[in-house]
């Protein structure tokens, strides 16, 4: 079964940094979407971004378009890392992020809000001075 751990999260100031990690395993078939979420108190969760694995395809939500950058790892599977950059972090930013995983067999483009059928444990970011 597929698994997804994070890592990177913590507390930085506005206009500050972070990277996530996602460490991806145990996945059998390379053609896959694998993008965050996020959720703060009191919102619904919505996605932030997505990468189409083995190609370079990209998707963002608008809110975080130009200030986010979502890349991943060349290693071999059945694992690989998909990390997602953060610049100019903005306290509205502040959530708990989430690493989600599915299937994409016709490597269709992944979207932001792609519908995941996997999700990691999160890990909490949080922007304030």
């Known amino acids: 079964q597929v698994q997804l751990v994070e890592s990177g999260g913590g507390s930085v100031q506005p206009g500050g940094s972070l990277r996530l990690s996602c460490k991806v395993s145990r996945y059998t078939n390379s053609r896959n979407c694998v993008g965050w979420f996020r959720q703060a108190p009191g919102q619904e969760r919505e996605g932030v971004a997505a990468?189409?694995?083995?190609?370079?395809?990209?998707?963002?939500?608008d809110s975080v378009t130009g200030r986010f950058t979502i890349a991943q790892s060349q290693d071999n599977a059945p694992q690989h890392t998909v990390y997602l950059q953060m610049d100019s972090l903005k306290p509205e930013d502040s959530a708990m992020y989430y690493c989600a995983f599915t299937t994409n067999p016709f490597r269709r483009p992944c979207r932001a809000r792609f519908t995941p059928d996997r999700w990691g444990q999160g890990t909490q970011v949080t922007v304030s001075s």
């Open positions: 990468i189409t694995t083995g190609t370079d395809t990209t998707d963002y939500a």
